[in-house]
């Protein structure tokens, strides 16, 4: 086998593994999507001055960052089954039995947790003066919320959201261990129709590696735009 | 004719009595300044007419709107309804600015008018261009507080107080955060206010601009209204010790 041998079936590949693109980056961007909203509330609750509700986003955030998003997918997509008919019973059978559900569900509630705790973050960050002074205008909570604390915050998370983002796409990986034929999933089979792991895991590297260089990209473009008129000037 | 009222104000952080009783009425028109040393009260008790502290005792009233929160309970005045209400009521402008960092200028000066008091954009916006104008800041519409000087941002914070269209309005200090080179621009905004017959409540250390402009002079000391009056008679000839040691740093 000749060497440049390699590089014609890795591009061979990449033909191949670019029909998983989208499909991955459904599954990452629905999951973050979802998961953004749910954090919005988490980290509300995170930073409340009840005990219960921060007691409770506490809780759910130490559990879904302290174990494998792995055996995550897996207690949802297999555990389901198990309880097939209280699932029948609630309607939602339809939804526990696809596999994409499964995946975006276990992503999502996955990634919540880190964004409840990136968004938290900045609105610790936010300076209590700004609050004052929408308070001192007759906002109500709700509205500081809206039009001053929450734009804000995500200026102070936006560095690490990019981190956060980039994990999720790589973490999209771990839906092919329940059959959906993401980038990863779809190399799999083509190695072992083909037997060239080699080639064919090398292009599905490629591919992530491309996926998040756009992102890095974008992010880097988003912060300089929203920087531009926060810096000090000089 | 009356246009705020406070009656016998208390407020406590933990064991620290911070106001002792303080009571201020000011009529419409009034410049009401308040002087005294750091941790006398002054500040504490400012906070305390718009809610940004909430009175332990004691009574508001702003034209037609009691707050009494000797009542306890929230059946007491300060339901977030009734708090929203006094604050739209009142122009706030800080020591410090507290402008919205992540807005322009404009953009400053009409959130609020659009989301409190339900103006449409173009009309808030034609409202908030007229103000920068009267501040002497036509040109800065578009730029983000980063961008502009202390005396600009503080010029900005009070046409956004102003574009509520207050009732009354609260300083804060709003020149000691300034360089001393940017005071008199910030003052001269203030003076023209006076001069329009606005009914303000100021906190300041400036003891020649309140002399000049207040129609009333509160000197505050250890949580009480230890003296208070017409200037011209608190700055030339003043009633307590206390006062006088203090005005003869300053003047």
Redesign the interface.
Known sequence: MGFLDHFAFIAEALAHLSVGIPRTILLAVASLLIGFVLAIGVAAALLSQAFLPRWIANGYVYIFRSSPLLVQIFLIYYGSGQFRSLFESLGLWGLFREAWFCAILALALNTCAYQAVLIAGGLRAV?W??I??????????C?VFV??AF??AL?HALPAYSNEVVLMIKATALASTITILEITGLAKQMASETYRPFEVFAAAGLVYIALNGAVAAGFTRGERF?RR?????T | MQALVATDIRKAFGSLEVLRGVSLRANKGDVIAIIGGSGSGKSTFLRCLNLLEVPDAGSLWLNGITLDFNRSGPAGGTTPKAKAELRRRLGMVFQSFNLWTHMSALDNIIAGPIHVLGQDRKEARAIGLDLLDRVGLADKADAFPAQLSGGQQQRVAIARALAMRPEALLFDEPTSALDPELVGEVLKVIQGLAAEGRTMILVTHEMAFARDVATHVMFFHDGRVEEEGRPDLIFSNPGSERCRSFLKKFL
């Open positions: 300076p003066g700004q004052e002074a929408a308070q001192a205008v007759g906002m109500s909570r509205r039009t001053v734009p804000q200026r929203l008129n926060v810096a000090q000037r």
